[in-house]
Nanobody, 128 residues
Framework: QVQLVESGGGSVQAGGSLRLSCAASRYTASNKCVGWFRQAPGKEREGVAAIDIGGARTYYADSVKGRFTVSQDNAKNTVYLQMNSLKNDDTAMYYC?????????????????????WGQGTQVTVSS
């Protein structure tokens, strides 16, 4: 079993920055792709970014490209999501998730069902 724990959420003004962290209890073959998702009230869960732990390839949704950066620190079993130039529309609960490395493709990184492990979520609120 793999546990994921997110941290780093909070409230920020539009244009500001936050960095989210996702700490994994361990990496196995089943969690080499780590994705970040968000869900706003009344909306579907949306995949925003992912990283392939083995090769460090990264993937982004168009809505966050150029503003968000996903990175890893393998020594700490931690994946980060640096969020810059935040907008009101970025307000949501953010979740990290992990799945097989084959999930980390541009065509599949944002598919919820491709991930087997999920964190508890961390709230991000952006205000004007």
């Amino acid at each position: 079993q793999v546990q994921l724990v997110e941290s780093g959420g909070g409230s920020v003004q539009a244009g500001g920055s936050l960095r989210l962290s996702c700490a994994a209890s361990r990496y196995t073959a089943s969690n080499k792709c780590v994705g970040w998702f968000r869900q706003a009230p009344g909306k579907e869960r949306e995949g925003v970014a992912a990283i392939d732990i083995g090769g460090a390839r990264t993937y982004y949704a168009d809505s966050v490209k150029g503003r968000f950066t996903v990175s890893q620190d393998n020594a700490k079993n931690t994946v980060y999501l640096q969020m810059n130039s935040l907008k009101n529309d970025d307000t949501a609960m953010y979740y990290c998730a992990a799945g097989y490395d084959s999930t980390c493709l541009q065509s599949s990184f944002s598919i919820v069902s491709r991930y087997y492990y999920w964190g508890q979520g961390t709230q991000v609120t952006v205000s004007s």
